[in-house]
């Protein structure tokens, strides 16, 4: 009955025939079933159909209802759980592992195509055995991470990259045990240590919250991690020899300008501390909105736009057109969990806002 009220509204608001009614609904009901109804930030009882009526009922005219209307049905990006939990399952076998076949096979001066040769060494397994996985976010998946990565010891993989000596000292411990039976002796003191460390997350629009400079100080997740664990001077713990450790960004989504950004300022921070990146999921360049292709509905970004969002974390960003999202991001990208503040502001503002966004967005940090 809710679902049958919601449709009627809609119809109302977009003053639909009974023929455009036929026409849309298929599509509508299909989103909302498969994808759109399941989005966690919905406050209760809403459902998809009923926050689309709600949010095209804001704009003034039928015309700018219909560019919305639009917007949604050709450039909305939605990622569901099925999806992302594709791109962490994936993110070992096809990313993970490769490096780790890379860095052996340099070190034996092996071809890597030899794949199964590597993989089946003892080189191999201690190499393995000697990273360690730490969720940057919530949104990193670590439980999915660690299911589909049978190969790992869930002593190697923690939900934080925020680590005290009390478990620091655990994770080593585990490792000599686990480096004795792969031995068959006693690992020595500096065999005992992490040689890799994969910082896991699920998405990143800019780059800044995990690495941005204020002045001669870095700051940011990763920041926090290199000072409390890369740093010899008053490390927090004594899990890696910053002279043979490697640190690996993995990000199971990510946009180009992220990449970019995070190739320049990652190498900055960690200096000969070697630094690279994996992108399971890169979006392409067209996702973002062009100023020729979506001016219209940029035009509704400008003009249903409250500045209330404007945060001292919001403006570390470029925001010269602060409606087109964090840094000026111009994505129309939902996941299912939140919405990045990344994406146009229409999306996201949240139910306290002048204008509410079609898929309200929790803040809980810079992207």
Known sequence: MRDALAEE????????????????????????????????????????????????????????????????????????????????????????????????????????????????????????????????????????????????????????????????????????????????????????????????DDFSGSGKSYIRRSNAVYKGKIAKFFYDTCCSDGKKTKLIDPEKVHVYLLLYIATPQALDYLKVLGPELFKEIPFDIGIVHILSHSTRLNEEKDSAFIILLKKYYDKGIETDSYLIGKHEKPYLGFDECSLPLVLNHNTPNNSVTLLWFDENRKYRGLFPRISRFVT
């Open 9 to 200: 509204l809609l119809a109302k608001v977009m003053k639909w025939t009974p023929e455009d009614v036929a026409r849309e609904r298929p599509d509508l009901q299909a989103l909302a079933t498969y994808k759109y109804d399941d989005y966690q930030q919905f406050s209760p009882g809403m459902r998809f159909v009923e926050s689309l009526a709600s949010w095209l009922e804001q704009f003034e005219t039928i015309e700018e209802r219909n560019i919305a209307f639009h917007f949604l049905k050709k450039r909305l990006v939605y990622v569901s759980p099925s999806e992302m939990s594709n791109l962490v399952l994936t993110s070992y076998p096809d990313v993970i592992r490769n490096f780790l076949i890379e860095q052996i096979a340099k070190l034996k001066g092996l071809p890597q195509w030899q794949v199964t040769r590597i993989a089946e060494s003892l080189e191999f397994k201690v190499l393995l055995r000697q990273s360690m996985f730490l969720g940057l976010s919530d949104g990193s998946h670590v439980d999915i991470f660690r299911r589909g990565s049978p190969a790992l010891s869930n002593e190697q993989i923690l939900r934080t990259h925020e680590i005290n000596e009390t478990r620091a000292a655990e994770m080593i411990r585990s490792l000599t045990v686990d480096l004795k039976d792969l031995l068959g002796r006693e690992p020595l003191p500096n065999e005992c240590l992490f040689r890799n460390v994969f910082l896991l």
